[in-house]
C-alpha cells in the first residue's frame, strides 16, 4: 500500500541571533490513508514543527516529504497550497476561525476557494455541521460559541473537502474535560470514517486513544508505539 | 406767395425760441457707474449726484449722476482693499484728471484698451498697431504678464500645497494600512493554512483597496463639492469680493481619482506585500 505521507531524514534548522536551532533531526515517517497517529512530547521538542512540514505549510532544511507520492520539496508554493486546500484539513489549539463569518460560513470558505458550486457547498456545510452536532448555531459567529463547539467548527472546516489527512496542533489544549472528551471522540470518528489524522498533543489520554504514538525529544523521535 | 413767406418767418421763430429755451436749460450731467462696495459705504442710490476731484481736499469738484452700479471685477491682488470705484466715460476721465493750465493734458493718454470683435485677432491687431505706430507698445490684455504673474505664483503654490497634501496623506494611508493589515494577521495566516495562495489573497486586498480608495476620492470630493460653497460664501463675504477661491471642477475630480486610486492600491499593496511573504506559520502565531 502507498503511503499517504513518507517523510525522510527531515531535518529543520532555524537561524537565530544566538545560532542556528536545530528544531528536527533526521526524522524519518512513513504514514497511510486512514491511520490514526499521535505526537507527543515536551514543549521544543519539534512536535509542531513536524506537523507543519507534514502539512506542507513549511518545508523542511534537508531530507524530504511525499505526500501522496509527490515530493513536497520541489512543489510551488501554490502548489502546496493547492495540497492544503484539496488534502489537507488542520485544527489548531486556538481554532483560528474567522471572527467575522457565521460557523456555516465559516465551513463554506475553503469550498469555496475549491470551486464547489453553492448548492453543493450549502448541503456539505450542513452536513458537516450536523456531523459535529452543531447544526443549530450554523448562523452564530465565534464569539458566540463557547470554547468546545468553537473546535467542532473548525473540525467541521477542516473537514470541508474531505481531505485525506487532519491535522490537529494541540487540539483539546484551551478547552475542558469534558469537551475535550467530546473532541477526542470526534477526532475518533474522523478516523475510523477515513481520514488519516496526526494530533499533536500534551494530553496524555488523548495520545493513548491513537492505535500509533511517536514520543519526540530534542527534534527526534525517541520512541514509536503501536497498539494492537 | 406770402403764404410761404409767413410759413418760413414762423419756422424760424420756433426754432430760435426752441434754442433759447434749450440754451437756458442746465446740461444734462456726465453718467457714471459706481461699484457696489461704494454704493453701499456712501448709501447711495441710482439717479443720486456724485462730486468728484482728483485732489484729496475734494477742491473743485465734477459733478455726476450715478446711472449704475456694477461688481468690481475681482483681483486677487487687491484681496482685502476697499473696491471704492467708479466707471466713468473716458473724456470726463481726463477731464477730471485735466490740469486747466496745460491745455494739452485734457488730449493725453497712457493706456487705453481697445474691444476687438474677433478676440482671435487680438494678437493680429496688437502686432500692426506696434508696427504701424512707433513708440506705442500694443499687446493683449491676457498677454500681459504682469497682470498674470500673481495667478502663476498662486497657481504654484497651490501646486506645491497639493504635492504636500497628497505625500503626508500617502504617508498616513499608508501607516493605516500597515495598521489594517497587521489585524489582519491572524486571517491572512488562516487563508493561507486553508490553502488559499497568495495571489488569491492579494487579489481580494488589492480588490478591496480599489473600492477603499474610489469611496475614498469620491468621498473626498463629494464633501470638497458641499464645501465649495460655504468656502466661497465665507471668504467672499470676509474680503467683500466676487472673487471664487474654491473651484470644483470635472476636471479637478478627475485628476483626485487618478492621484487617489493608484496611491491608495499602492499603500495596500506595499503594507499587505510584507504580510504575504511572510511564512505561513508565522502568521498564525503571536
Avoid at chain 1, 193 to 222: F, K, N, Q, S, Y
Amino acid at each position: 500500500m502507498t503511503p499517504l505521507i513518507e517523510a525522510r531524514t527531515l531535518g529543520k534548522v532555524f537561524p537565530m541571533g544566538g545560532g542556528p536551532v536545530h528544531a528536527l533531526r533526521d526524522i524519518s515517517l512513513q504514514m497511510c490513508a486512514g491511520e490514526y497517529l499521535t505526537i507527543r512530547g515536551p514543549s521544543g521538542c519539534g512536535k509542531s514543527t513536524l506537523l507543519h512540514i507534514l502539512g506542507c505549510v513549511d518545508t523542511p532544511t534537508s531530507g524530504s516529504l511525499l505526500f501522496d507520492s509527490r515530493d513536497v520539496g520541489s512543489l510551488a508554493d501554490a502548489e502546496r497550497s493547492e495540497i492544503r486546500l484539496r488534502s489537507i484539513g488542520f485544527v489548531f489549539q486556538r481554532f483560528f476561525l474567522l471572527p467575522m463569518l457565521t460557523a456555516a460560513e465559516n465551513v463554506d470558505v475553503p469550498q469555496a476557494e475549491a470551486g464547489v458550486p453553492k448548492a453543493d457547498r450549502r448541503r456539505r456545510t450542513m452536513e458537516l455541521l450536523e456531523y459535529v452536532g452543531l447544526a443549530h448555531r450554523a448562523d452564530h459567529r465565534p464569539s458566540q460559541l463557547s470554547g468546545g463547539e468553537a473546535q467542532r467548527v473548525a473540525i467541521a472546516r477542516a473537514l470541508a473537502n474531505r481531505p485525506r489527512l487532519l491535522l490537529a496542533d494541540e487540539p483539546t489544549g484551551e478547552l475542558d474535560r469534558a469537551n475535550g472528551e467530546h473532541i477526542a471522540e470526534l477526532l475518533d470518528r474522523v478516523q475510523s470514517d477515513g481520514t488519516a489524522v496526526v494530533v499533536v498533543t500534551h494530553d496524555g489520554a488523548l495520545a493513548e486513544r491513537a492505535p500509533r504514538r511517536l514520543l519526540m525529544r530534542d527534534g527526534r523521535i525517541e520512541q514509536e508505539e503501536f497498539r494492537r | 406767395m406770402p403764404i410761404r413767406r409767413a410759413v418760413i418767418a414762423l419756422t424760424c421763430a420756433v426754432t430760435a425760441a426752441l434754442s433759447a429755451i434749450l440754451a437756458s436749460q442746465p446740461a444734462p450731467l456726465p453718467e457714471v457707474l459706481v461699484s457696489r462696495q461704494l454704493m453701499e459705504a456712501q448709501h447711495l442710490q441710482v439717479g443720486d449726484t456724485l462730486r468728484l476731484s482728483s485732489a484729496a481736499s475734494g477742491v473743485d469738484p465734477h459733478v455726476y449722476r450715478i446711472v449704475g452700479e456694477y461688481e468690481p471685477t475681482p483681483d486677487p491682488m487687491r484681496l482685502g482693499a476697499a473696491r471704492l470705484e467708479v466707471r466713468m466715460h473716458l473724456p470726463d476721465l481726463l477731464a477730471v484728471e485735466a490740469n486747466p493750465q496745460n491745455p494739452l493734458d485734457g488730449e493725453t493718454v497712457d493706456a487705453i484698451n481697445v474691444s476687438v470683435t474677433n478676440e482671435g485677432a487680438g494678437s493680429d491687431v496688437a502686432r500692426r498697431v506696434s508696427g504701424a505706430i512707433p513708440g506705442t507698445a500694443a499687446q493683449r490684455t491676457s498677454d500681459d504678464q504682469r497682470r498674470a504673474a500673481p495667478f502663476v505664483v498662486l497657481e504654484r503654490f497651490h501646486l506645491a500645497i497639493a504635492i504636500v497634501t497628497v505625500l503626508a496623506s500617502s504617508v498616513f494611508l499608508l501607516a493605516l494600512m500597515l495598521m489594517l493589515v497587521d489585524e489582519r494577521r491572524a486571517t491572512v495566516g488562516v487563508l493561507r493554512l486553508i490553502g488559499f495562495r497568495r495571489g488569491r489573497i492579494l487579489q481580494h486586498v488589492l480588490a478591496e483597496g480599489v473600492v477603499i480608495a474610489i469611496t475614498g476620492a469620491v468621498f473626498g470630493i463629494l464633501l470638497s463639492i458641499g464645501m465649495e460653497g460655504g468656502i466661497n460664501r465665507f471668504f467672499q463675504w470676509r474680503y467683500d469680493t466676487a472673487l471664487v477661491f474654491v473651484r470644483i471642477t470635472p476636471s479637478v475630480a478627475l485628476r483626485s481619482i487618478a492621484i487617489a486610486v493608484p496611491l491608495g492600491v499602492a499603500s495596500i499593496f506595499a503594507s499587505s506585500w510584507s504580510l504575504l511573504r511572510a511564512e505561513v506559520f508565522a502568521l498564525t502565531r503571536r
